[in-house]
């Protein structure tokens, strides 16, 4: 009896492990410009304004609008990525990581 209360316990304090999702071919842009661009013009947003606006941290917008920001780590491996690649425009990533609260723990990123 005392090792299943013991475990109806331990089940009911340890949180689920979140799942791991993956955005695919998600436009990557900087907190400061979220809310000025959509899905139909955010690929017009500029890698050179996403590099001056690093500081605010990165997030993607999902297929349906929303805006889901990348944690501290995934803001240091978007920003390595806008600053290895050529792209002037149409950044696109592909994220996976668990999401929580508005924010993706990322687990990866690269840009597509």
């Known amino acids: 009896m005392k090792l299943l209360f013991a475990s109806i316990l331990v089940a009911a304090v340890l949180p689920l492990a979140a799942a791991a999702e993956t955005w695919d071919n998600a436009p990557l842009i900087d907190q400061n410009c979220s809310a000025k661009y959509t899905l139909k013009d955010v690929d ?20 349906d609008g929303k805006y889901l920001k990348l944690d501290d780590a995934g803001t240091k491996k978007a920003l390595a ?14 994220v996976t990581g668990q999401q929580m609260n508005g924010t993706i723990k990322v687990e990866s990123l690269k840009l597509d």
Do not use: M, N, P
């Not at 017009?44 to 941290?57: E, F, K, Q």
């Not at 990525?81 to 592909?94: E, I, V």
């Open 81 to 94: 990525a806008l600053k290895a690649t050529k792209k002037q425009d149409h950044l696109r990533a592909t």
């Open 44 to 63: 017009t947003h500029t890698r050179g304004c996403a590099l001056s606006c690093a500081s605010s941290g990165f997030g993607i917008l999902t297929a």
